[in-house]
């Protein structure tokens, strides 16, 4: 990693219950999460929450989609990917943001529900169109 990369920490490990691992005080000793290297983003400090939000979002979902197609190809279904309490397909990460006092990380979210069911469609219709193939 150089100057101009950074960490950024992704919370990508779900159970197979009704709660987040990460809300148990094992949860990230015991399910770790996947640290994941992108370019630095290059903002003045201070730049607001948003802009962070989506300069980090194309490299979470180009994270999301190579881990649901892996997911579906061995598995046949995104259960392990979704948060039990919500329905929903989330990944949160923890990523550096540049305040006016210096770098420190935040938390951002993102919902990946809408791509998750759309995988999950076309993989079901890939079934049925090339049954020999999946």
Known sequence: MNQEEIEILIYDKYPFG???VYES???EEEYPPTKYIVPKPKYDPGTR???YYEYYRPFVSVFFMMK???TLEATGSLDEM???KYNKYYLSIEAEKEGLGGAYDEWF???FTTEAEELIMMHQINKQLFPKLI
């Open 82 to 84: 979704k948060d039990r």
């Open 68 to 70: 649901a197609i892996k």
């Open 25 to 27: 005080p094992f949860g």
């Open 49 to 51: 929450h948003e802009y």
């Open 109 to 111: 979210e993102y919902d």
């Open 18 to 20: 009704p709660i987040s």
